[in-house]
């Protein structure tokens, strides 16, 4: 009786840390939750603007994001005004804003992470006076990572969103 009590006790615990573990791996702290508020004037899409022509005589820097963050640090902030301004003098074009991860992390936690910074970029877009009826996210999370490698180097390039524009 006592064994099979000392059993299931161990086995609870198991239970609980790969339970509580989720996607970190050992040492790393996985930081804020991923909670974006719906802003003001948003609305359900009914079209993608990729169905438009893409406008390539354009672009923009993408907007580099620290390890599990979607925080726009104050350092990419200029990055973020170029577009706002350029997107406030040419009226006719949208823009889809890009967001990608590193490779670390479950599939599922760096699309929603991916998201969360497109989201962030477009929050900081409206918040600079861009309507944001012209401006929709997309998440590819770690699937289309700017640099191949496991590095410090590849993974800071990796944190990103990116800038598409559409006519």
Same mark, same amino acid.
């Given at each position: ?14 239970? /609980?840390? #790969?339970?509580?573990?989720?996607? $970190? ?11 974006? !508020? ?11 603007? !990729?169905?438009?022509?893409? #406008? ?20 990419? !902030? ?10 406030? $003098? ?5 823009? #889809? ?17 991916? !998201? ?21 996210? $997309? ?24 800038? /598409?524009?559409?006519?």
């Amino acid at each position: 009786m006592k064994s099979t009590v000392w059993l299931t006790s161990i086995m609870l615990v198991c239970v /609980a840390m #790969v339970a509580g573990s989720g996607c $970190r791996t050992s040492g790393e702290d996985m930081g804020e939750a991923l909670i974006i !508020e719906e802003l003001d004037g948003d609305h359900a899409l009914t079209d993608r603007f !990729e169905d438009g022509t893409r #406008v390539t005589d354009v672009s923009f820097d993408a907007v580099r994001f620290r390890y599990d963050s979607y925080q726009v640090d104050s350092a990419e !902030e200029s990055k973020l005004e170029r577009v706002a301004d350029y997107l406030q $003098r040419a009226g006719d074009v949208n823009l #889809v804003v890009e967001g990608h991860c590193d490779e670390r992390g479950s599939r599922e936690y760096n699309m929603s992470l991916g !998201e969360h910074r497109a989201l962030a970029v477009r929050a900081y877009l409206i918040g600079l006076g861009v309507d944001s009826g012209r401006i929709q996210t $997309r998440s590819y999370g770690e699937e289309k990572p700017l640099v191949m490698g496991h590095d410090d180097n590849a993974r800071t390039q990796n944190r990103r969103g990116e800038f /598409a524009l559409y006519r």
